[in-house]
């Protein structure tokens, strides 16, 4: 019988109950897919009147999806998401600190925070007490790990810290992405970091040279147009125009990829004041 006071879990209340230590990574992901709904719908439909279109009718109800979608999810995990980013944003804060009596005045504060985060956050605050020599009890029943990563030996216990190996932005394996997409551990590899650098830069520049100095060649024989990605998507019979010139979708186009590219910057990180 259940308690007075309470009520019974339906089915999505007992799943979300079960992914406790996955709830952060859940709202982070299911903001973006929203966001990105919302944004689809809203350009192709109010932007760009995809719903008058005949050609493209076949797009409306699934751009209509996205947005209501998007609109009703982002409603929902948009103000979820910036709580756990302010929780996100303290804890990591104190996982900075080297001052053990300071450590010890916000542990209440820096505790909320990983309950709410989740077991691999928790791991790294317990790791930040072994560091620190911080004996509060065992809170959570899981093994300590690296607070910031690097290796440190506290009492004869060698622990792993992490930090950056480089901080050159070519060489990091701790970029802004990764920090801000928990769980995606490909991020932290240097290799798809450089990857989405080369990507970002090279699909950047050509889109820019297209819609400045245009990248393709007019009856003239000289490369002064370019291709209008709106006029391309919608099928129209004039999709190359004199440059510069300059359409809706590779305007966004280029923010993604400008966007993409500083987001694989290094994370700031203990010391970096003081280089």
Known sequence: ?????????????????????????????S??????????????????????????????PWSWLA??????????????????????NTLEDILLLDSRPEILRRHKEAEDAADMLGKSYQARLMGLYKVHNVNIGKR????????????????????????????????????????????????RQQSVNRGLIAGSVITTLLLTSNTLWGLFTSSSGERDHTLDLTASIY???RVYEPSPHYDIISLLFIALFVGLLLSTRPRTGPGDEEE
């Open 235 to 237: 099928d129209l019979s």
């Open 140 to 187: 959570y029943r899981v093994d300590p790990v690296s607070p910031i990563m690097s290796t440190a030996s506290i009492g004869g216990d060698e622990i792993e810290i992490q930090f950056p190996s480089e901080r050159s932005w070519w060489g990091t394996n701790d970029s802004v992405l990764a920090g801000t997409l928990p769980g995606l551990h490909a991020l």
């Open 67 to 88: 947005f209501v979608g998007g609109l009703v999810g982002a409603f929902f995990a948009a103000p979820e998401f910036h709580v756990y980013w302010g929780q996100r």
């Open 31 to 60: 903001t973006i897919i929203s966001t990105a709904g919302l944004v689809w719908g809203f350009v192709f439909l109010f932007v760009l009147d995809g719903y008058s279109d005949p050609e493209v009718e076949h797009l409306v």
């Open 1 to 29: 019988m259940a308690r007075r006071g309470t009520a019974r879990l339906g089915p999505f209340g007992r799943w979300w109950r079960s992914q406790s230590d996955r709830h952060f990574q859940i709202i982070v992901y």
